[in-house]
């Protein structure tokens, strides 16, 4: 089983930045295509990044193409995300996950217990 816990969320001004850390433990990062998801409160997890084993590809919607990154650091057995240009619409429960990388959230097996980002008008 691999656990993972999100850090980092908050509340920001339209505009700002955040960097999101998933720290797991059990099975290494290195063994998945580890992913970001997000979540509005009655609505579907919704696809925001996700990066090959190797880090050497990776993938994000139109919605925030240009303004989120991810990465990862394999030795800390941690992936990030650092949110820039914040808007309003990113408003979610931000939630970290182990798998194939694929933008579907039924092709993950593991999750985190997700991390608040609220950005503000």
């Known amino acids: 089983q691999v656990q993972l816990v999100e850090s980092g969320g908050g509340l920001v001004q339209a505009g700002g930045s955040l960097r999101l850390s998933c720290a797991a433990s059990g099975r290494s990062f290195s063994s998945y295509a580890p992913a970001w998801f997000r979540q509005t409160s009655g609505k579907e997890r919704e696809f925001v990044a996700a990066i090959s084993w190797s880090g050497g590809s990776t993938g994000y919607p139109d919605s925030v193409k240009g303004r989120f990154t991810i990465s990862r650091d394999n030795a800390k057995n941690t992936v990030y995300l650092q949110m820039n240009s914040l808007k309003p619409e990113d408003t979610a429960v931000y939630y970290c996950?182990?798998?194939?990388?694929?933008?579907?959230?039924?092709?993950?097996?593991?999750w985190g217990q997700g991390t608040q980002v609220t950005v503000s008008s």
């Open positions: 996950a182990a798998g194939d990388g694929s933008p579907r959230p039924t092709a993950y097996a593991y």
